[in-house]
């Protein structure tokens, strides 16, 4: 069988960086719709 | 040779997955820095340009009237606008219904003409024989199940005029009106938010590149004469001119506050049908444009080629080739718990299944988060219910894509080989 060895090392890598992005980019999405919910003052009753 | 398929998977996936990274990212920037200005509705309009509206319309008696209406009530100076409807080849009461809503005391005085006619060239042909008539300076176009808010096109010219040089047309976007009747007009709803405020968003402010989605947007007139009209063979004549007028060295410029309604299909048959056209249409327009990623075009035509090339090739070669991989080994498996003995034809050295494994992971989660932060972004739209929708929607509704544009891809294949003639489905509108 072919020894793909190199190829695992760049999977981990490239795994990895993508997995932070992610992380970041899911930070990012629920900051904007907390900010969101509250400038809109959504789910809270008319007073 | 079944390691071969599954490293090309694999890095076919990293790419459909940094390319999913890249443009959210533009999309958050974009939305941070939009909701930081506020909204302002152009007031004073005296250096507006004049504005020809066209709608094409091809038996459209049940929605006509109220599209029209909406139009006619546009917030727009009425000595600025001239409202063009087109009724193409009507065999209904899409006409008659024109007339009565022209003849109406409040209307009388528009510049709004009524064409009958019964030309070949389908929408683009329609649009050709309207633009022959218009005087505006910019043409603005809706389809015929269009209901553009008040202010629609007032944010589509605001927008045109920071750069009138520089954009050759503005588009804004189109939101789904009948989104809540059955799952799959909820599932359209979150592509259609989802490619508009995350997709069209990301791509403009990371690299100026907009596409012309149909309806809701301006173009120059005079770019049009340039180009020599709509191109009536195309299938998909939005995609087509798109990359005529970024050839033409302008922009195609996003109008995010410019909003309008559109009917979407209701049942599945319909929604194919529409779909497959799109597809074909864009096969066609990439097997056109092909050429600019070898010559000097500019960076942005090669980018823009190169996006719908991955898109609707090789991201789907990618995706059909790890869905054959994945469904296979689990049928080994399950097999294997009664036949111990029998293997799978895809067997791999080290650990390099689990990484696909991991790819298509990110690659799933970021589909549901782009969904996610669209959906955050249209007030009113995030909710458990659009989130279950967006959970679900990967393994039903997105799975349509890869039937659809394998059908598209084999009709186009035929018709090269048979040399038939594209057929033209008009979607059909509900009530």
């Known amino acids: 069988m072919i020894d793909y060895q190199w190829f695992i090392i760049l999977c981990i890598i490239v795994s ?16 904007f719709r907390v900010r969101v919910i509250e400038k809109y003052d959504r789910g809270k009753p008319n007073v | ?3 071969f398929f599954l490293i090309f998977s694999v890095i076919s996936i990293w790419i459909a997955v940094l390319e999913a990274i890249v443009i959210m990212a533009g999309a958050i920037k974009f939305i941070f820095r939009q909701n930081r200005s ?9 250096n507006y340009p004049t504005v020809s509206v066209l709608v094409p319309a091809h038996n459209e008696e049940i929605v006509i009237a109220s599209t029209v209406e909406h139009i006619l009530q546009l917030n727009y100076p009425a000595d600025k606008i001239q409202i063009i409807v087109i009724a193409d080849n009507c065999t209904d009461r899409t006409a008659h219904n024109l007339k009565v809503l022209k003849n109406k005391e409040a209307y009388r005085d528009r510049d709004f003409m009524i064409l009958e006619r ?83 968003t990301g791509l403009w402010e990371l690299f100026k590149i907009g596409t012309i989605p149909g309806t809701n947007f301006i173009v120059k007139s005079a770019l049009i004469q340039e180009i020599g009209g709509w191109d009536e063979e195309a299938i998909t004549e939005d995609t087509a001119i798109s990359f005529e007028i970024l050839t033409r060295g302008q922009l195609i410029a996003l109008a995010p506050q410019a909003e309008a309604y559109q009917q979407e299909p209701e049942r599945l048959g319909v929604y194919m049908r529409q779909r497959e056209r799109w597809s074909k249409g864009n096969y066609h327009v990439i097997i056109d444009n092909i050429h600019h990623l070898f010559n000097r075009s500019s ?55 689990v990484f696909l494994m991991i790819a298509w992971a990110l690659m799933y989660y970021i589909y549901v988060l782009q969904i996610n932060l669209a959906l955050a972004a249209d007030i009113g739209q995030s909710n458990i219910r659009n989130f279950i929708v967006s959970v ?40």
């Open chain 2, 118 to 200: 019964t030309g070949k060239g389908g929408k683009s042909g329609a649009l050709n024989d309207a633009r022959q008539l218009a005087t505006g300076e910019w043409l603005c176009i809706y389809d015929a199940d269009a209901a553009p808010e008040r202010n629609a096109l007032a944010f589509l010219v605001q927008k045109a005029m920071e750069e009138p040089e520089l954009y050759g047309a503005v588009f804004g976007r189109n939101k789904a009106r009948n989104r809540s009747q059955n799952f799959l007009t909820q599932c359209i709803n979150l592509e259609l938010v989802t490619v508009q405020r995350v997709h069209h």
């Open chain 2, 392 to 431: 679900v929607s990967y393994f039903t509704y997105s799975q349509l894509f890869l039937v659809i544009s394998v059908r598209a891809f084999y009709s186009l294949i035929m018709d090269k080989l048979f040399r038939r003639k594209t057929k033209w489905y008009k979607t059909e509108r509900f009530d």
């Open chain 2, 299 to 353: 960076w942005r035509i090669k980018l823009h080629v190169l996006y719908y090339a991955a898109s609707y090739f090789w991201f789907m070669i990618a995706i059909i080739i790890s869905d054959i991989i994945f469904i296979t080994n689990i049928v080994y498996q399950i097999i294997a718990l009664f036949v111990p003995s029998i293997v799978s034809p895809f067997i791999f050295g080290g650990d390099i299944f």
């Open chain 1, 16 to 31: 990895s960086i993508f997995t932070l992005a992610v992380i970041i980019l899911t930070i990012f999405t629920l900051v």
């Open chain 2, 1 to 3: 040779m079944s390691d």
């Open chain 2, 38 to 46: 506020p909204l302002t509705i152009p007031e004073n309009m005296d």
